[in-house]
């Protein structure tokens, strides 16, 4: 069983919005930094944005810059990914994971833990 708990996927037009949730699931977030990493069919898997554990330190990739906002809710135990203007090229399982801090690594996937990942298609 996963310690992290994402929702919030879904089907949404283009230009549309969700929110993606990650709960710990008997797994306090609060001293970790939490990513959220995303997938595509037969992609690689991309890093799309990382808050440390403080909550002072946010990252992005390039192509979600200024559409997507990631925020952590202490006390719910959830960081939250807002997602905005989506495009069909944001289609992707959405991993939500957890290190002691964001990752350095290239690709900005290099986390210890792990979700099951949600579905996000942005698809008319």
């Known amino acids: 069983q996963s310690l992290l708990v994402e929702s919030g996927g879904g089907l949404v037009q283009p230009g549309g919005s969700l929110r993606l949730s990650c709960t710990g699931a008997?797994?306090?977030?609060?001293?970790?930094?939490i990513g959220w990493v995303r997938q595509a069919p037969g992609k690689e898997r991309e890093g799309v944005s990382c808050i440390s554990s403080s909550g002072d330190s946010t990252d992005y990739a390039d192509s979600v810059k200024g559409r997507f906002t990631i925020s952590r809710d202490y006390a719910k135990n959830t960081v939250y990914l807002q997602m905005n203007s989506l495009k069909p090229s944001d289609t992707a399982v959405y991993f939500c994971?957890?290190?002691?801090?964001?990752?350095?690594?290239?690709?900005?996937?290099?986390?210890?833990?792990w979700g099951q990942g949600t579905q996000v298609t942005v698809s008319s």
């Open positions: 994971a957890a290190d002691w801090g964001c990752p350095t690594d290239d690709a900005r996937i290099d986390y210890d833990h």
């Open positions: 008997a797994f306090t977030l609060d001293y970790y930094a």
